[in-house]
């Protein structure tokens, strides 16, 4: 996300509909992502395809702003690559719980992340949340512990808890920009390009690793039509254009409006995962969801009041 906070023009209703659309398409493809993720990913096969949706658009980000990555002094360097070892524990986290739950409850529960930031950001500040957001974080909790007991009172699966792991690596990840005074006032393309550089070095550093899976040079001779075409998404849709739809829709309008047109990711994950995946949360399981989309939206809402 964009770090610009300066106010933009008002859009007629035109022009915004118009500025909105591609950022409601990124929320899609994100929320559909965690699908696509599950359908051609295994255990065994995690690193390795991270290794390949990276790589592949590493480049494109690299040869779009080579100039502006040279004017990078190292403390930014230091401080995106940083970033970037955060980026590759969040990324392993996500894809290892998604193939170990369902993408409804992977696209639920990291949707979290938009509670624990402010009230992360609070303790650092030593501030007090409002009422009303400590309020909406208990709904939210209360929802993902509903949502992961759909079929009856078990033990959270796995991939479930994975996913909570991710959503607070996220956490941490935000903060760190917020904290990190070097990297605040770097160019948005070069910071992602070398934090994204940073994780895919990790990932194939990781697959050089005896027993870590497959190896991504296998994984891409044994994908099929339909496993390329998922990687792709991944790799066109889920990362470059959605980073350059980021970068060109906050210049157009505020990046407020821009986070909120966001935070429906999780929506489209459920969606895409009982309309596509064909799966079923059960009563139980969309009360929680419910909850979970009521808690993220009321306690986003609390921040942004706060914060004004």
Known sequence: MSSIAVPAPALAPRRAWLTDLPVL??????????????????THTV???????FAVVLPVLAAAGHRRLRA??????????????????????????????????????????????????????????????VAA?????VGVVLLTQGGGFTAPSLGDLLMLLAALARTVHVLAMARIKAVQ???????????LGSAVAVFAVLATAPGTGASPWSVATGFGPREWAGLLFLSVFC???AFFVQMWAVRRTS?????????????????????????????????????VLAGTTWGRSAADRTSC
């Open 72 to 133: 990078l002094t190292r403390a930014q360097w230091r401080g995106a690559g940083l970033l970037g070892l955060v980026l590759s524990g969040i990324f392993l986290l996500e894809t290892y719980g998604v193939v170990h739950t369902s993408a409804t409850n992977a696209g639920l529960i990291i949707s979290l992340t938009m509670i624990f930031t402010p009230l992360a950001e609070a303790v650092v500040t030593r501030s007090r949340p409002t009422g009303s957001f």
């Open 239 to 241: 990362t470059l254009f």
């Open 47 to 53: 690193i390795a395809v991270l290794v390949l949706r």
């Open 137 to 141: 974080a208990g709904l939210s909790v």
């Open 25 to 42: 398409v990124v929320a899609l493809v994100w929320g559909a992502s965690y699908l696509a993720a599950k359908g051609i990913t295994t």
């Open 255 to 291: 990046p407020s409006r821009v986070s909120l047109l966001l935070g429906t990711e999780p929506l489209w994950a459920a969606g895409t995962g009982i309309a596509l995946g064909g799966e079923r949360p059960g009563a139980l399981g969309l009360v929680g969801a419910a909850l």
């Open 185 to 195: 006032s770097a160019d948005s393309l070069s910071l992602t390009t070398v934090q």
